[in-house]
T-cell receptor, first 109, second 116 residues
Framework: GQNIDQPTEMTATEGAIVQINCTYQ??????LFWYQQHAGEAPTFLSY??LDGLEEKGRFSSFLSRSKGYSYLLLKELQMKDSASYLC??????????WGAGTKLIIKP | GAGVSQSPSNKVTEKGKDVELRCDPI?????LYWYRQRLGQGLEFLIY????????KSGLPSDRFSAERTGESVSTLTIQRTQQEDSAVYLC??????????????FGEGSRLTVL
């Protein structure tokens, strides 16, 4: 079966750095995506990794290791508005998106 | 329009009634998805349309659920004889054709369904 694992909930402090991990086991791989979803809102696209390595976009970075079936989303200089759920998703060999259950990130002042 | 548009934004219905939810994707986006999200839960895949190919209906939870899409435009999700367990936010998303772009989804604001 296909599976994506990520922690259910994480807590971090405003101004700090947090790393949200995602491991996957899928039928093939055509890319990994991170989405942000604020409470009561729809998910929005954050990042896309298809090759190994780090992709940086402002305060957010995403890393991929295909050999390990592993990714992480790194958030720097945390702000209260970063409190949200972060969803990891993998595009499999049939170009179907497989979704993780999401990680709820709580930012404390 | 500029984004994915869904209607109605909120729907309250009585158990046993039928409901129809509408999604208008971004112009030019060939892929269209429907997801269900219960309160505090993750995304539950329902159905996927890609251009004129046969839709992937593997996520529809029962035969009370059906969806249609005309070409690469509007889609409707119909739930017949609604049950209280159908209460959730129904999210529609669209994406472009081609490689990894297929996975970059643009979501609508969702239709919140409450079945009394």
């Amino acid at each position: 079966g296909q599976n994506i694992d990520q922690p259910t909930e994480m807590t971090a402090t405003e101004g700090a750095i947090v790393q949200i991990n995602c491991t996957y086991q899928t039928s093939g791989f055509n890319g990994l995506f991170w989405y942000q979803q604020h409470a009561g809102e729809a998910p929005t696209f954050l990042s896309y990794n298809v090759l190994d390595g780090l992709e940086e976009k402002g305060r957010f970075s995403s890393f991929l290791s295909r050999s390990k079936g592993y990714s992480y989303l790194l958030l720097k200089e945390l702000q209260m508005k970063d409190s949200a759920s972060y969803l990891c998703a993998v595009l499999d060999s049939n170009y179907q998106l497989i979704w993780g259950a999401g990680t709820k990130l709580i930012i404390k002042p | 329009g500029a984004g994915v548009s869904q209607s109605p934004s909120n729907k309250v219905t009585e158990k046993g009634k039928d409901v129809e939810l509408r999604c208008d994707p971004i112009s030019g986006h060939t892929a269209l998805y429907w997801y269900r999200q219960r309160l505090g839960q993750g995304l539950e895949f329902l159905i996927y349309f890609q251009g004129n190919s046969a839709p992937d209906k593997s996520g529809l939870p029962s035969d009370r659920f059906s969806a249609e899409r005309t070409g690469e435009s509007v889609s409707t999700l119909t739930i017949q004889r609604t049950q209280q367990e159908d209460s959730a936010v129904y999210l529609c998303a669209s994406s472009k054709r081609g490689g990894g772009a297929v996975g970059q989804l643009f979501f609508g604001e969702g239709s919140r369904l409450t079945v009394l």
